[in-house]
T-cell receptor, first 115, second 113 residues
Framework: EPEVTQTPSHQVTQMGQEVILRCVPI?????FYWYRQILGQKVEFLVS????????KSEIFDDQFSVERPDGSNFTLKIRSTKLEDSAMYFC?????????????FGAGSRLTVL | DQQVKQNSPSLSVQEGRISILNCDYT??????FLWYKKYPAEGPTFLIS?????DKNEDGRFTVFLNKSAKHLSLHIVPSQPGDSAVYFC????????????FGTGTRLTIIP
């Protein structure tokens, strides 16, 4: 069964450093997403990406964050100047379409720990 | 901002019995609702969805019920199996011009053998 692959599974970084989280979405999917889950809290939407541009973003997704699809397969989330409160599990997801039920397929997540 | 609420953080059910997970929402613009299941160290996995034009959708052991007037939905699992032990998230979206899913906080379901 096709799956969304995320790397790294766990990253530890110092506050103020930049991190890049990588994702390989399902190949025939057109919509890509990043969500995050702070420990003990709900899964929160960060950003959606379609046709090589951001289609929607939440208030969490400020100038500290950026996304990119550098080639035909990877989808990355860059977090500049990390803060302690950025520590969370970051989930990449993809979907075939952005309409209707819009079932998202999620990756296993990248755990980011900021010290 | 708690547009989707799951008021029970945990639920324990005997194997073979029915598990009922509940979800409430406040945004009347939501028109699609989804349930996701999550095991530790894995991402959420889609389970079942329902459109706001329906009040019930069934898929094998899983049935989702939607009560629009009460802004309430529930997931029924029958019979419950040990492999159903996981965290269940309710999610909702507005289908036009809005791609994001809004998740609830999750309910940890434990099936007791």
């Amino acid at each position: 069964e096709p799956e969304v692959t995320q790397t790294p599974s766990h990253q530890v970084t110092q506050m103020g450093q930049e991190v890049i989280l990588r994702c390989v979405p399902i190949s025939n999917h057109l919509y890509f997403y990043w969500y995050r889950q702070i420990l003990g809290q709900k899964v929160e939407f960060l950003v959606s990406f379609y046709n090589n541009e951001i289609s929607e973003k939440s208030e969490i997704f400020d100038d500290q964050f950026s996304v990119e699809r550098p080639d035909g397969s990877n989808f990355t989330l860059k977090i500049r100047s990390t803060k302690l409160e950025d520590s969370a599990m970051y989930f990449c997801a993809s979907s075939e379409t952005g309409v209707g039920a819009n079932v998202l397929t999620f990756g296993a997540g990248s755990r980011l720990t900021v010290l | 901002d708690q547009q989707v609420k799951q008021n029970s953080p945990s639920l324990s059910v005997q194997e073979g019995r029915i598990s009922i997970l509940n979800c409430d929402y406040t945004n009347s613009m939501f028109d699609y609702f989804l349930w996701y299941k999550k095991y530790p160290a894995e991402g959420p996995t889609f389970l079942i969805s329902i459109s706001s034009i329906k009040d019930k959708n069934e898929d094998g052991r899983f049935t989702v019920f939607l009560n629009k007037s009460a802004k309430h939905l529930s997931l029924h699992i029958v019979p419950s199996q040990p492999g159903d032990s996981a965290v269940y998230f309710c999610a909702a979206r507005v289908s036009f011009g809005n791609e994001k899913l809004t998740f609830g906080t999750g309910t940890r379901l434990t099936i007791i053998p």
